[in-house]
């Protein structure tokens, strides 16, 4: 874990001392990104979009799941009472149902994780030009990524955290019509958040009593300043 996160990190200290040698010099801030997209406006707004359109899928599922578990109750209550044959033949069903099953529950997945990959990269452009300004604005000259749990960073004040303050300027800004995608610039040192695929969720089994196809959020990393890494 330490050396996964070591090469970031000295990159990072890296860029702050070439900035600090070029006469740079200003204030060092962190964002929890994905907490910040998750929280706007918008991203309320296409989460619940997400849920709605997920909503018939997950219903549709869940009557597959309660035909499976019919089975497996039939089977199991009849087991003195079934013939050899009728047992065979359930078990043949309850197979046949459940490999069905597994394989719409991955294609539904799938399709939502695609549809919070795209809604990530369209907040995640804006957010970035949100960013910017206010990096500009008030004299940021680093502003660091703390959602992933991974991030080299072992502790940051509250007094640092942006987060609220970027997201109630991306609402001023969406409200204003004045949000546009980032595109990276000369000296630009990392990409738009949301370019990196959404985190896969676990295929529940089918001997669960109610499958779910979920719109899942970001991984939200606890606010910097309250924990440190072990």
Do not use: C, W
């Not at 804006?126 to 660091?144: E, H, S, T």
């Amino acid at each position: 874990m330490i050396r996964n996160g070591f090469a970031p990190f000295v990159l990072a200290l890296a860029g702050a001392a070439f900035a600090h040698g070029q006469g740079a010099t200003g204030k060092v801030g962190v964002i929890n990104i994905q907490n910040a997209i998750v929280t706007t406006k918008d991203g309320q707004k296409a989460a619940a979009e997400l849920d709605a359109k997920a909503a018939p899928k997950r219903k549709t599922l869940e009557s597959k799941q309660n035909e499976i578990n019919s089975l497996k109750d039939q089977l199991q209550k009849g087991s003195n009472a079934l013939s050899e044959t009728a047992k065979q033949e359930i078990v043949r069903n309850i197979d046949t149902k459940t490999k069905s099953f597994n394989r719409d529950m991955e294609d539904a997945q799938a399709e939502v994780e695609q549809d919070q990959q795209k809604i990530l990269q369209d907040l995640g452009g804006r957010m970035m030009a949100v960013i910017d300004k206010y990096a500009k604005d008030n004299g940021f000259v680093l502003i660091l990524d703390v959602s992933n749990p991974q991030t080299p960073v072992l502790f940051a004040s509250n007094a640092i955290d942006v987060t609220k303050d970027i997201i109630d300027l991306y609402d001023k800004a969406a409200a204003s019509g004045a949000t546009t995608t980032s595109t990276s610039g000369p000296g630009s040192t990392r990409p738009a958040p949301g370019t990196t695929a959404a985190p896969r969720t676990t295929t529940p089994s089918p001997a669960a009593t109610k499958p779910a196809v979920t719109t899942t959020t970001p991984a939200v990393r606890p606010k910097p300043g309250t924990t440190t890494k072990p």
